[in-house]
Nanobody, 115 residues
């Protein structure tokens, strides 16, 4: 079993920055990718950013140029640096890990951007 623990969420003013972290532990078969989804009230969960074990990244169009995903493979940790936050970034952010057998999810961390 794999556990994901997120941290770094909170309340920030529009234009501000936050950094999310997600640490994985447990029996990871073969790490393929980690990343972040988010879900705002009344909306579907959407991909924010992902990074493969080889370092390839992808981002939602809405966050390109503002968010940066990075990882520490040795510590099985993924980070999401968020700048120039907007009210529409308000959501619960979920970390995920793909170990080629299944997708694991964290419990979520709330990000609230006040305008």
């Amino acid at each position: 079993q794999v556990q994901l623990v997120e941290s770094g969420g909170g309340l920030v003013q529009a234009g501000g920055s936050l950094r999310l972290s997600c640490v994985a532990s447990g029996s990871i078969f073969s790490l393929r990718a980690m990343g972040w989804y988010r879900q705002a009230p009344g909306k579907q969960r959407e991909l924010v950013a992902g990074i493969t074990s080889g370092g390839r990244t992808n981002y939602a169009d809405s966050v390109k140029g503002r968010f940066t995903i990075s990882r520490d493979n040795a510590k099985i940790t993924v980070f999401l640096q968020m700048h120039d936050l907007k009210s529409e970034d308000t959501a619960v952010y979920y970390c995920y890990l793909d170990d080629t057998t299944r997708i694991y999810w964290g419990q979520g961390t709330q990000v609230t951007v006040s305008s």
